[in-house]
């Protein structure tokens, strides 16, 4: 694993305090109704994208996940200006304004969603090793679902097909301890989603995903496994979303006092606790951190208002790559 220095650690800081208070922005101005439809939060989960970025090769490694998906694409190397403006619906954002909150996409920088449908996206992840392996490109595949995902049949069958093709994946179960509001408990029998794997002799186990050095360090050892050739991992990171399921999630099948809790753990506090306790860094330098934080983010907040909707024909032509498409009624 590449070493875990003061400067990683001020980037994991920064950048997770980043993410953080972008989705906070979302959230403040959904309540405005400038974002609408769904909108899926990540607060308490960004040691798992900051220890997995730190694993990956960027550049070369895919990544794919699903609706919880805004501050992914970030990490991976897409402008959050029009991450923000793809959530606001405007022709600046990454698919025109026309995928919004649940499918955010950027092929340039291999992060391939973004997937609506519960579970969809675990064979897709699949699909896409085996198209590396295929045409030997020597990438690895990080296929994120939820828990709750992880009941789906598709699993069972991908992880059947990729062990017997020895593809170049890591499954990563983010297990947020809840299926929407279904605690994982009350969906089998078991609450160890890890050994999911071992009916399939796949390398697997638990991580601690409050901690991004510990996700970095599981990470490391599979991507390393799927390059050199050993094929699939199931990690089971197991992590705590702060907010609801969803911006109309209730919460009630929790306590405040559970969420208080988890907040103790908080990786971006723990993170911070220790560049003060270990690294020198002082007080002043995060108040800078902070600064350029919300700076960034009221940048991210001004673009997207500022730009322009997308026109309407525009979801006629992106539809299909044929320009001449023959089927199509003569007048729309």
């Not at 950048?15 to 979302?26: G, H, N, T, V």
């Not at 989603?193 to 186990?205: A, N, Q, R, S, T």
């Not at 306590?255 to 506090?269: H, L, N």
């Amino acid at each position: 694993m590449k070493k875990v220095t003061k400067e990683v650690l001020l980037n994991w800081y920064e950048e997770m305090l980043f993410w953080r208070k972008f989705e906070d922005k979302l959230a403040q101005v959904y309540i405005q109704q400038k974002v609408r439809g769904f909108l899926h939060l990540y607060n308490g989960q960004e040691a798992i994208l900051a220890g997995a970025l730190h694993a990956m090769e960027l550049g070369k490694d895919n990544m794919i996940t699903a609706y919880r998906n805004h501050v992914q694409p970030i990490g991976m190397g897409v402008d959050p200006k029009r991450v923000m403006a793809e959530l606001y619906g405007k022709e600046t954002g990454t698919s025109h304004g026309l995928g919004g909150s649940m499918h955010i996409f950027s092929k340039e920088k291999k992060f391939f969603g973004g997937h609506g449908i519960v579970g969809g996206q675990i064979p897709l992840g699949a699909g896409i090793a085996f198209g590396d392996k295929f045409h030997d490109r020597d990438a690895v595949t990080l296929t994120f679902f939820g828990d709750g995902a992880a009941r789906q049949g598709s699993l069972h069958e991908t992880f059947n097909l990729a062990m017997l093709w020895n593809l170049p994946v890591v499954f990563c179960v983010e297990n947020n301890g809840y299926a929407m509001g279904t605690s994982v408990a009350r969906t089998a029998n078991h609450t160890d989603i890890w050994k999911l794997g071992l009916g399939y002799e796949m390398p697997c186990g638990p991580v601690d995903a409050m901690d991004p050095e510990k996700v970095a360090e599981a990470m490391s050892e599979a991507i390393e496994r799927a390059r050199s050739g050993g094929g699939p991992t199931f990690l089971e990171l197991k992590t705590y979303r702060y907010r609801g399921h969803s911006m109309s999630d209730a919460q009630k099948y929790r306590t405040k006092d559970e969420v208080a809790e988890y907040q103790k753990v908080d990786p971006i506090t723990q993170v911070k606790q220790r560049l003060l306790d270990d690294e020198g860094v002082t007080e002043e330098e995060i108040k800078k951190i902070g600064k350029r934080v919300k700076e960034r983010v009221a940048e991210c907040e001004k673009f997207a208002e500022e730009s322009p909707y997308p026109e309407k024909s525009l979801m006629y032509d992106v539809v299909y790559e044929q320009e001449d498409y023959p089927f199509l009624p003569s007048k729309l």
